[in-house]
């Protein structure tokens, strides 16, 4: 059974960077899609970012594009988001999740980590 683990959220000030790590345990990661899913208060679930089980494909939410980006080291059996110049309003709970495809869909994901809390306020 595959376990996702999400980590890395924190507090930092607007403009700042944080590296998010989903880490898989219990399966490999190969052949799964991987999401970077975000809610917050008062909002909907929200696709942020998403990568084929290769790598070779990587999207992004317009709200994101030229800030963030995702990547996957299968040999780590761990998949990262790279969040640049962020602004108060990526303030949100960080969710990762894998599947079969790459998608902003959240119905297309099996499995999904617990979350982690991204605070973006100076």
């Known amino acids: 059974q595959l376990q996702l683990v999400a980590s890395g959220g924190a507090l930092v000030q607007p403009g700042g960077s944080l590296r998010l790590s989903c880490a898989a345990s219990g399966s490999s990661l190969d052949h799964y899609a991987i999401g970077w899913f975000r809610q ?40 990262y988001l790279q969040m640049n110049s962020l602004k108060p309003e990526d303030t949100a709970v960080y969710y990762c999740a894998a599947g079969s495809g790459s998608s902003f869909l959240r119905i297309k994901y099996d499995y999904w980590g617990q979350g982690t809390q991204v605070t973006v306020s100076s």
Request: glycine fraction near 12%.
């Open 40 to 79: 917050a208060p008062g909002k909907e679930h929200e696709g942020v970012s998403c990568i084929g089980s290769s790598g070779a494909s990587t999207n992004h939410a317009n709200s994101v594009k030229g800030r963030f980006t995702i990547s996957r080291d299968n040999a780590k059996n761990t998949v």
